[in-house]
């Protein structure tokens, strides 16, 4: 078996799901592969913010509307608020679940590893200059990826990050989730023209994402870039 290829029951022993699920799933194994020239794809955005719901989901929502825009025939999104779910990092050292203790991140590593998802859009909020604890546990999840033929691989990867303050670290915050998406093979673009930096810098006013326009431009931009480089890379133009 070739490094690029990923087995069933690996990918699930790894990620924390029994044999019986396994076999119950078998047709949707991931694959690293592109999807075919024409095909439509997939873009999910993660939202990360321990409050389901409000300015960070918002963020990765305006951002996944802005990537469909690109191609709407050809381009599906999907929001993923993972507020309120679990992902226990000490099963990345063979730690068995506690009795009753809650593992929410299988279902989403089926999805994310999905052949025709193209790409991936992370939003966080910040908290001392970098990402939230979820986030952190979540992305800690991802070595499964690597461990398993890096089922990302190739994969667009955004970021972006909502703040209470303009100049709140977000920066900083989008930069330390883009080397975890580095780390999987994916291939991480900022926000594109005429912003053109790491990523979008939403201001957090009142609970309230609306009022700025910069960042929201911000947001439309990367969506935009994600859907692009996206399409380019399962083999259509944008």
């Known amino acids: 078996m070739s490094s690029q290829e990923v087995t069933r029951r690996g990918f699930l022993n790894h990620v924390g799901i029994g044999t019986a699920a ?5 047709a949707a194994a991931p694959s690293a592969q592109a999807a075919e020239p024409g095909a439509k794809i997939k873009i999910i955005g993660v939202s990360t913010s321990l409050r389901k719901g409000k300015t960070t989901a ?4 305006r951002a996944l509307e802005a990537a469909k825009a690109v191609a709407p025939d050809r ?3 999907e929001l993923i608020d993972i507020a309120g779910l679990k992902f226990p990092v000490g099963m990345l050292v063979n730690e068995p679940l506690a009795p009753g203790e809650q593992d929410d991140f299988p279902p989403i590593a089926e999805k994310l590893s ?3 998802v193209a790409g991936i859009i992370v939003g966080t909020p ?11 546990a979540f992305l800690e999840r991802w070595m499964v990826f690597r461990k398993n033929g890096f089922t990302l691989s190739n994969k667009v990867g955004g970021v972006l990050a909502t703040g209470g303050a303009r100049d709140g670290g ?3 915050t989008i930069q330390s989730v883009q080397a975890a998406l580095m780390a999987q093979e994916m291939l991480v673009i900022g926000d594109g023209r005429p912003t053109a930096h790491f990523g979008p810098v939403l201001w957090n006013q009142g609970d309230d994402i609306s009022k700025d326009e910069v960042g929201l431009k911000a947001a439309d931009n990367l969506g935009r870039r994600v859907g692009e ?4 890379m399962a083999g259509g133009a944008a």
């Open 22 to 26: 396994a076999a119950a799933a078998a």
């Open 75 to 77: 381009i599906e999104i």
């Open 58 to 61: 918002a963020a990765v929502q």
């Open 229 to 232: 480089v996206a399409l380019r």
């Open 114 to 116: 999905a052949p025709d």
């Open 126 to 136: 910040t908290y001392f200059a970098n990402m939230s604890s979820l986030c952190k």
């Open 170 to 172: 977000q920066e900083l």
